[in-house]
């Protein structure tokens, strides 16, 4: 359906590349939203509602712009790890602390999607969840990665898509989740809409 206009609220180039993949050529309009959510909410509260925020700013802006849209697409990604929410590192001492931590572990990635339909303007949440198991690999592997600048921008402090996955030996649930967008629901709401 080449006429529907699908907007991903995200700067992300990976959430872009997972939607190509599937067929999606989206709009890319990056929200105003302030992620200042407290990390002490539930996990599954906080990736839902920072979606639902991102989400929500970029619908309104739509809507002020007068911009036709069909749907509206934002996603929030973060790594839970002993019971803390771990999102973008603050710099490279602490991407480098945290790949120290989840080396030789296992930690759940959660995605919280937000889906603006403008047919019946209603929203459509819901939170995805994937375990991701990391192996052993030696400091300087982590300082290598780290000083190439590639984990300062991802939650976690690391991209499966990248070199990082050779931290990873093995993953429960979906994959591309990890990687910033749970395809498999997202493809499965625009289905129901007879979006895609």
């Known amino acids: 359906m080449n006429d529907v206009i ?39 509260e906080f ?14 802006q739509l809507k002020t712009e007068k911009k036709r849209y069909d749907v509206v697409i934002a996603c929030d990604t973060v790594i839970h790890f002993e019971g803390e929410i771990i999102g973008k590192p603050e710099d490279a ?48 592997v982590i300082e290598k990665y780290v000083a190439s600048g590639e984990p300062l921008k991802k939650a976690g402090s690391y991209g499966i898509g990248e070199f990082a996955a050779t931290f990873v030996s093995g993953v429960e649930g979906c994959l591309p989740n990890v990687v910033g967008l749970p395809l498999h629901r997202v493809f499965q709401a625009l289905l129901r809409k007879n979006l895609v």
């Open 6 to 44: 699908v907007v991903l609220a995200s700067q992300s180039p990976n959430r872009l590349k997972l939607l190509h993949q599937i067929g999606v050529k989206p709009l890319v309009v990056v929200s105003n939203f302030e992620e200042n959510l407290p990390k002490t909410l539930p996990v599954e």
């Open 47 to 60: 990736v839902v509602e920072t979606a639902r925020g991102k989400l929500n700013a970029v619908v309104e």
């Open 93 to 140: 001492a602490d991407a480098v602390r945290t790949l120290q931590r989840l080396r030789r572990n296992s930690h759940d990635v959660f995605s919280g999607v937000a889906l603006h339909f403008a047919a019946d303007d209603l929203t459509e949440t819901f939170c995805e969840k994937t375990i991701v198991h990391f192996g052993d690999f030696p400091d300087r």
